[in-house]
C-alpha cells in the first residue's frame, strides 16, 4: 500500500474542489443569496451523489481488471487523453468568476439537498471524471481493487466536502475577496490547469 498515492489524490483533488466550477460556484451563490445552511444543504446533496458513481466505477472497472489488464490499460490512457483535454478546455475558458446571486429562488434545504444530489448523479461529466481520475491511483498489489476504490471515494467525498463545505461557510469573504482581487480567477484557472496535466502524466508513467 503506497501512501503517497493517496496524499497525491488527496491533494489533487482538494486543488480541482477549490477551482471554480459549476458546482462550488452553485454552493457559493445559494450561501451568498440565502444563507449559509441553504448552501450547506447544498453540498450534503452533491457529496451524496458521489455514492452513486463511486460504486458504479468500483464494480465495473474492477470486473474490467480482472477480466483483461490491456483493457484495463486502455482506460487509463484515454482517461490520461480525457484530462489533458479538460486542461485544454480550462485554458481556452474565461478566467473570470461570475457570482450573480440576484434572484436566485429560494427553495427548502430538503429540495437542495434533492437537486444537489442529482445534478451530482445525472451528470455524464461525472462520470466520465471519476472513470479518469481514479483508475491511476491504485494504491495497492493486493486490497480489492472494490475495496480501494470505494476508499478513494471516500476521501474523494471528505476532501470535497470540506472544501465546499469551507466555501458555503465563508461565503461572504470569498466573494469580497473575488472583488478586490481580479487575478484570484486566473490564479486558480492556472493552478487547475497545472493539475490536470499533473495528474495525466501521473496516469500515463
Not at 61 to 68: E, G, P, T, W, Y
Not at 108 to 133: E, R
Request: aromatic fraction near 14%; proline fraction near 2%; charged fraction near 10%.
Amino acid at each position: 500500500m503506497s501512501l503517497d498515492i493517496l496524499i497525491s489524490f488527496a491533494l489533487a483533488t482538494s486543488v480541482l474542489a477549490i477551482s471554480p466550477g459549476p458546482d462550488n460556484i452553485y454552493v457559493l451563490v445559494q450561501s451568498i443569496s440565502n444563507g449559509k445552511s441553504y448552501g450547506m444543504a447544498t453540498v450534503c446533496g452533491l457529496i451524496t451523489g458521489c455514492i452513486v458513481h463511486t460504486t458504479l466505477l468500483a464494480f465495473g472497472v474492477s470486473a474490467i481488471i480482472r477480466a483483461n489488464e490491456n483493457l484495463f490499460f486502455t482506460i487509463k490512457f484515454l482517461g490520461a487523453c480525457y484530462l489533458l483535454y479538460l486542461a485544454y478546455k480550462v485554458f481556452k475558458s474565461d478566467a473570470s468568476i461570475s457570482l450573480k446571486a440576484e434572484n436566485v429562488p429560494k427553495k427548502s434545504l430538503k429540495q437542495l439537498f434533492v437537486q444537489g444530489f442529482f445534478m451530482n448523479v445525472l451528470n455524464p461529466k461525472v462520470t466520465i471524471f471519476f472513470l479518469a481520475f481514479f483508475p491511476g491511483f491504485l494504491f495497492s498489489e493486493t486490497m480489492s481493487t472494490v475495496i480501494q476504490f470505494y476508499i478513494l471515494g471516500g476521501i474523494f467525498m471528505l476532501v470535497s466536502f470540506l472544501v465546499f463545505s469551507s466555501i458555503a461557510l465563508l461565503a461572504g469573504q470569498i466573494k469580497s475577496y473575488t472583488l478586490n482581487h481580479n487575478n484570484s480567477g486566473l490564479i486558480l484557472k492556472w493552478l487547475q490547469i497545472v493539475v490536470f496535466i499533473g495528474i495525466a502524466v501521473f496516469i500515463l508513467t
